[in-house]
């Protein structure tokens, strides 16, 4: 039985940026415990193998005593069913993520009416960063050190800079 406030950080972290590490640790302050949950979905195009997120993940989150990384593949309310979990975390960056993230938020609560949705926003200076913006940046051979932590910053640069 699982003791005190757990939730769940769903998403495909593809890579792992500063604002993804920035909602980790802002649920981490309020949940007992975060399950960060790394969607294995084999129809979204990755650049990072669900090993290899999750292993970043856990190097990234390592100093986060209240942190598990974990991986699903199935639906998130499904999953969340499965761990006896009741909360799940969607990050906010932009008002432009708002329509999307309620989209789903209402397809969830449809689903699963027990399961309620928590947004947290990241700090302002991570707020616009995506992972999708990112790996185009990074595959320009482009500064990307304020974007993401420093073992994401090497994995993305081994895997898309050909000098």
């Given amino acids: 039985m699982l003791k005190g406030k757990w939730a769940i950080y769903p998403g495909s972290f593809d890579p792992v940026t500063n604002g993804h590490l920035d909602v980790i640790k802002r649920a981490a302050r309020i949940f007992d415990h975060v399950i ?3 969607a ?3 129809s979204k195009k990755v650049l990072f193998t669900i090993k290899e997120r999750v292993d970043l993940l856990k190097e990234v989150t390592k100093g986060i005593k209240n942190v598990s990384i974990e991986t699903f593949d199935a639906l998130v309310v499904e999953y969340a069913h499965r761990k006896k979990i009741n909360v799940l975390i969607r990050g906010l960056r932009m008002t432009s993520d708002f329509d999307y993230e309620f989209q789903i938020a209402l397809t969830n ?5 027990d399961i309620e949705t928590v947004f947290l926003m990241p700090s302002e200076h991570v707020s616009f960063v995506s992972s999708s913006l990112l790996k185009e940046v990074a595959s320009l051979n482009a500064d990307i050190s304020s974007f993401v932590p420093k073992a994401v910053e090497r994995k993305l640069k081994e895997r898309l800079c050909h000098d």
């Fill in 109 to 113: 609560r449809r689903l699963a009416e």
């Fill in 40 to 42: 294995n979905n084999t």
């Fill in 36 to 38: 960060v949950a790394v």
